[in-house]
């Protein structure tokens, strides 16, 4: 098959994803899932088309997971890099010391750091792919 047709088929199906997804916008939720259901006692071979669909939306809930997971944790490394990166001239120096500025700005930069970590530590608590 050349890539023209390939494209073309690919667009076609698309398209017909696209109404179909029209379609199925009309129906309730409980609607959804009857039909489902009896399609699946009608027709055993759905049953696997429907756990295969199943996978894909898991999968793609877990990658989408990891990455806001992913986001977050490297927010969180920033903002410790940058309270570090700010704090470091005055490593050894007395608090009363440190110009206030500085300290009002490594106040800010600590609590958006933690605001960061308890983003990303929130996503251990959740079940895979939720």
Known sequence: MNNRNYEQERADREEKAKKT???LEKYTKDELL???ETTCVVDHSANFWFLQFA??????RAESRLEA???????????????EDLMRPYAGMK?????????NKAA???KR???AKEKYTSYFDQKGGE
Do not use: C, T
């Not at 996978?55 to 793609?60: G, H, L, P, T, Y």
């Not at 997971?69 to 309270?83: C, H, P, Q, S, T």
């Open 21 to 23: 997804r029209q379609q």
């Open 34 to 36: 009857w039909m489902i």
């Open 55 to 60: 996978v894909e939306v898991d999968s793609k």
């Open 69 to 83: 997971e992913e986001k977050a944790g490297d927010e969180w490394i920033r903002l410790m890099k940058e309270y």
């Open 95 to 103: 608090f009363k010391d440190i110009p206030m500025d500085v300290l």
């Open 108 to 110: 800010v930069l600590s």
């Open 113 to 115: 750091a933690e605001k």
